[in-house]
């Protein structure tokens, strides 16, 4: 303890002066010292001063001292979508909700740090994860706890067992008057739902146990999601780390109110807690943190590289409208949906018809067939794909259209006429697929002057 006691008055002493001195941390320091608030402060306003093009600083709300909780920002700002115009994927991170767990919230830093670095290097990997996604590190959520090297907030809270969601119920050891009281877990609430209300990943980063944990922490049940995790758990344990991955309340102890299962059961972010161990007083050691957390940082990369993926992505290849309708599709993603529907679309832009609910496992296909009233075709009609990133009550819903291409609309097998103003989509779709099974053949349909 007495060890401990001196490490800390030492990193508080070399920051202090470093604070006065209104400087950056330098490696050397930085590698071997956690940080307090003050420093942390100085750190991401200098990347914000550095690195305009990528790093945009925001504060989240403020601790019961009035400190200001620091979430960095980090993207190619210089485009809103990404290249083939969608919209960019978000990771949300965040550290520090025990104030003594000093190797999560380094960890936090470290990934910022990472990809700030990365891009001004010029790293390609760095480079193209910046121009598709957004990272939001919120790096010290207790900054009052950290500073004064406790596990709790000012008032004596535990900011994990603090949030909206099954408050409580396992009789937690000082969860707060009710579910955000406090105004560090007021704030992480709040930006979550109105800031990156429907980000791809979630992960909030601790120490104690050298462990990943997914939902759930109230009960031993897996999640309805357990196939995105356990594809998550496997590729990880494959290649990159032998970290154990598993249900919170399994793989550490039954617990309720924490920020992962409140992503995960309010929010529907597929979520982590990263717990990296406990081992982090070591007087005189030589390790840089960077070392340190080299391989937590590893698959954090993962995470964040391969981000596209944890959510249903759903492509339809075929759609034949008969006197029913039949369809082909897969899921790119590794996570099922449970709640797909085919639409029609009229030309009024109204639903006209929808098909029943259906599922597409996680990397898998579907060929459903449905009963179709040919009545409701009409002239500009489209078709859409609605569907849940999840099968979590909680995940966002998405409405994307079918490409006109794979749509085959052929006439009634009775012999009906289609009704008027469909057959310029029928022949739409006979000259695409001509079209296709000409290109598959080599042969070319244009003339000499090049005009079909």
């Known amino acids: 303890m007495r060890g401990r006691a001196i490490f800390l008055a030492a990193m508080l002493l070399a920051t202090t002066a470093l604070a006065g001195a209104h400087a950056q941390q330098p490696d050397i320091v930085q590698e071997h010292i956690y940080h307090t608030h003050a420093q942390l402060t100085i750190d991401v ?134 579910p955000f009281s406090e105004p560090e877990t007021t704030a992480n609430g709040i930006y979550m739902r109105e800031v990156v209300p429907n980000a791809d990943l979630y992960v909030t980063m601790h120490t104690g146990v050298w462990i990943m944990l997914y939902p759930w922490g109230i009960i031993p049940d897996q999640p309805v999601d357990w196939e995105l995790f356990h594809y998550i758990r496997d590729v990880v344990h494959d290649g990159i780390s032998d970290i154990p991955i598993q249900n919170a309340n399994q793989g550490l102890y039954p617990n309720s109110g924490t920020s992962r299962d409140y992503g995960y059961g309010v929010m529907g972010f597929p979520t982590f807690t990263f ?60 996570a099922t949906t449970a709640n797909a529907s085919l639409e029609y679309i009229d030309g009024d832009g109204m639903v006209a018809w929808a098909s029943p609910m259906f599922t597409v496992n996680a990397s898998s296909s579907a060929s459903p067939t449905f009963a179709f009233d040919r009545g409701v075709l009409t002239g500009g009609g489209s078709w859409n794909l609605n569907y849940q990133k999840r099968v979590i009550d909680a995940a966002q819903w998405v409405n994307e259209s079918v490409p006109s291409e794979v749509v085959d609309l052929r006439p009634s097998t009775d012999g009906a006429a289609l009704p008027i103003g469909t057959a310029p989509l029928l022949v739409a779709s006979l000259i695409a697929a001509v079209a296709v099974e000409a290109k598959r053949r080599g042969i070319d349909l244009c003339g000499e002057d090049g005009e079909h």
């Open 45 to 178: 306003n200098a990347w914000a001063d550095d690195h305009p093009d990528i790093v945009d600083l925001t504060s989240a709300g403020e601790t019961v001292l009035g400190r200001a909780l620091h979430v960095v920002r980090i993207s190619d700002w210089s485009v809103d979508t990404k290249p083939d115009g969608t919209a960019k994927e978000v990771v949300y991170i965040d550290g520090g909700h025990h104030g003594n767990e000093h190797l999560g919230t380094a960890l936090a830093f470290l990934v910022a740090e990472h990809y700030i670095e990365g891009w001004a290097e010029g790293d390609e990997a760095v480079v193209q994860v910046l121009q598709t996604t957004e990272l939001h590190i919120l790096i010290m959520l207790n900054a009052d706890g950290n500073d004064m090297d406790t596990r709790w907030n000012v008032r004596q809270v535990d900011l994990n067992r603090n949030y909206d969601h099954h408050w409580n119920e396992h009789d937690e050891t000082q969860p707060g008057s009710g």
């Open 275 to 334: 717990e990296t161990d406990d081992e982090q007083w070591l007087p005189g050691t030589a390790e840089p943190l960077s070392s340190r957390l080299g391989e937590e940082l590893d698959v954090m990369e993962y995470l964040i590289e391969n981000v596209w993926y944890w959510r249903a992505r759903l492509e339809v290849t075929n759609v034949v409208v008969e006197d029913d309708v039949r369809l082909e599709v897969r899921n790119l993603g590794h």
